[in-house]
């Protein structure tokens, strides 16, 4: 089982052999990320908003779609390495389950799990102040599904939250998608793209940008760490087993690129950084697998194992890449947005002579 912040726990017996979502890492379970009772979030018709001043207020995404899509599966996958297998088992959500992701200074959000039946727009819930705090809602499509319902509903979704709050960031994922051929999967994503585009232009919301992609099945990446490179403590894994052997053969790779980078890459006064955006490097090993490390900020690296023949469809790693690390960013931002807000929100309530909770100050 992976651990977040922390050196390779003892590996567990896991049959599952699929990274199933492999652009978004697994930030593990375990104690951090159960830090709250998912069961805590609000019940159905009874939401219990964060207060904004709070230093507890985190960023919010929202997992939005229609019934069985599949978004209880993502979540209990990416964040508490369910197998993929186990989903089959999942209840239909019956209430709004909000989680705390906060496993690490890198990587803190809350999650609003959404069931699919709910009506959220029914007047009984406060959608305004839902999308008013949220960063970023991501919408789920079953793609063996006629998908016609899922757009009407995403169209509706979008427009409603674009209203109340311009700064969300609309991700669409395709999901289900071991189901299409090769051929499907690529018409599936054109269509799906072009409907979703057309209703919003109808509309006249061109600028609303909304990201579309697949959550790949089977990318040809055999184990992926997020690593933070200086102190080479991996903040993210996959839902594979990690083996120590695996582990450090990551560390010295990292290791190997920050050595030549010092030596070989700064400049003669010792300007310049060994470790930024160009960073990147390839070993091919012995056994038919590739090493692949590459920059995602200037603190993090992936480092990822390849299977020789995957490796040759480089196009479709990259691009798992660049998804996972434009997805880390969008995190990054919401935070810094998050914090920025509330930072100014606590001073202007201590003006008003208010604590930052919302109580008013009592000088005794
Ligand atoms: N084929 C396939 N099935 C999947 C995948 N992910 C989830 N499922 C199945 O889809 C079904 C519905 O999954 P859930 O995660 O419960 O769906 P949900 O959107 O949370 O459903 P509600 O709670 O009713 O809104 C389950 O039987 C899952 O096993 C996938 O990648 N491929």
């Not at 674009?162 to 051929?183: A, C, M, R, W």
């Not at 990690?242 to 980078?261: A, F, P």
């Not at 200037?298 to 790693?317: D, N, P, Q, T």
Request: aromatic share 10%.
């Amino acid at each position: 089982m992976s651990q977040v912040l922390g050196k390779p726990q003892p590996e567990e017996e896991d049959d599952d052999e699929e990274d199933e979502l492999v652009g978004l890492a697994d930030y593990g379970d375990g104690p951090d990320s159960s830090d709250a009772d998912p069961d805590s979030g609000a019940e159905e018709g009874v939401l219990d908003f964060s207060d904004p001043f709070s230093t507890e207020v985190k960023p919010r995404i929202l997992l939005m779609g229609l019934r069985r899509s599949g978004k209880s599966s993502i979540q209990k996958v990416v964040f508490h390495k369910m197998s993929p297998n186990e989903t089959l088992f999942l209840e239909s959500t019956n209430k709004i389950c909000r989680e705390d992701v906060s496993n690490s200074s890198f990587v803190n959000f809350q999650i609003w799990d959404f069931p699919g039946q709910i009506d959220f727009f029914d007047p009984t819930f406060d959608y305004e102040m839902i999308f008013r705090g949220t960063g970023a809602l991501i919408f789920v499509i079953d793609s063996q599904d006629d998908y016609m319902e899922a757009l009407a509903r995403l169209h509706l979704t979008v427009t409603r939250a674009y209203k109340v709050n311009t700064d969300i960031n609309f991700e669409v994922f395709i999901h289900k998608v071991d189901g299409l051929s090769d051929d499907h999967k690529i018409e599936t994503q054109r269509d799906i793209h072009q409907r979703a585009n057309d209703d919003l232009a109808d509309a006249g919301l061109e600028k609303i940008h909304l990201s579309i992609f697949f959550l790949f099945q089977n990318s040809g990446i055999e184990k992926a760490f997020l690593f933070d490179v200086v102190s080479k403590i991996y903040i993210a894994t996959d839902s594979t087993p990690v083996d120590m052997q695996t582990y450090e053969l990551c560390c010295d790779m990292i290791d190997v690129v920050i050595d030549i980078s010092c030596i070989y890459g700064l400049k003669e006064d010792g300007a310049g950084t060994p470790y930024d955006k160009e960073s990147t490097a390839i070993i091919k090993l012995n056994n038919t697998t590739v090493l692949y490390l590459k920059e995602v900020t200037k603190f993090l690296a992936l480092v990822c194992f390849v299977r020789e023949e995957s490796f040759e469809r480089k196009g479709l790693i990259d691009y798992n890449f660049h998804c996972f690390r434009k997805a880390i960013h969008e995190v990054f931002e919401v935070r810094m947005k998050m914090v920025k807000s509330r930072k100014v929100q606590n001073r202007l309530q201590k003006k008003k002579g208010a604590t930052p909770n919302g109580t008013p100050n009592v000088l005794l």
